[in-house]
Every structure is written in C-alpha cells, then in structure tokens.
C-alpha cells in the first residue's frame, strides 16, 4: 500500500468511525455536557476545522479558520465533506505540499482523538454505540460520506 492509500484508508477509517458516533445521535446529544468539557456539537465543529486545516494544507495554504458551531446536522455534514475534499486530493494525485508525518500526528491524530471523545460522550448520555471489531469493519478508501457499511459483530 502506498502513501496515498494509506491516507485515504484512514480518511475512511475516520469516516466510518465518526459516523459511527454521530448517526442516530439523540437530538439532545449535541449539547450534552459531561464533565464540563466542550458539548459534542463543539467537538464534531472543532473536527471539521481540523480537516478543513489539513486540507488547506495539503494545497500549501496554512489556514486555520475555526468556524462557529452550526447545528449537528450542519456540522455532520461539514465533517464528511471535508473528508470528501481531502480524500479527493489524495485520490487527484495532486501534489501533498505538507510533510505528510505532519499531517498525520497533527489534524487527522486529533481528529481520531475527538471520535474518541464523542464514543465515550454517547455512553455518558446514555446513548453507547454498540461494540463491534474495527478490525473486521469494511472500511474502504474513497468511502468518506455518510453511507457507510453496516457493523460488523464480533464472532
């Protein structure tokens, strides 16, 4: 597997794992406060700063433009089209004008990070995803939008 594919893997990777998270969402979910950190809304917009900046700079721009939360449908949908923006550099053969190490331990890390958090948000709420093996999952590259495979159960 070569760079790209392994970007666009984990562009994937965070797609059906943030999906995960954020689909079927209580509608009180959004603004759920837990211990008094940031509300899940807060999160997924702060998520799709972060890709937004990563794909800025993969076009050798360095454009951190934090954006003010919107609504969870907004902001879901904001998420999977910067994964989509993203995902279609990296499939364009465009030029990657960041170091790419940079890339992956600065915005797209953090970005996993925050799926993270919004995981363990749901179970807080009172609204848990169900377990299932990530390894198994049918995780595609180039399947960044919302239709995403169903879970796979482990055996």
Known sequence: MNERD????LLATLAYRGGKCVRGAPES???FQGSGGKTPLAILAHMGDLLEWA???CQGQKRWNPAV???????????????EQLDQHFASGAAIQVDVA???QGPLADALTHVGQLAMLRRLAGAPLQGESYFAA?????RVG??????RRPL
């Open 138 to 142: 049918e995780v595609t590259a180039g």
């Open 6 to 9: 392994l970007l666009r893997h």
């Open 69 to 83: 939360p919107q609504g969870w449908d907004q902001e879901e949908a904001r998420f999977y089209r910067a994964l």
């Open 102 to 104: 940079r890339l992956l």
């Open 55 to 57: 794909v800025s700079l």
């Open 29 to 31: 979910f959004a603004q």
């Open 146 to 151: 919302p239709d995403q495979a169903p879970p």
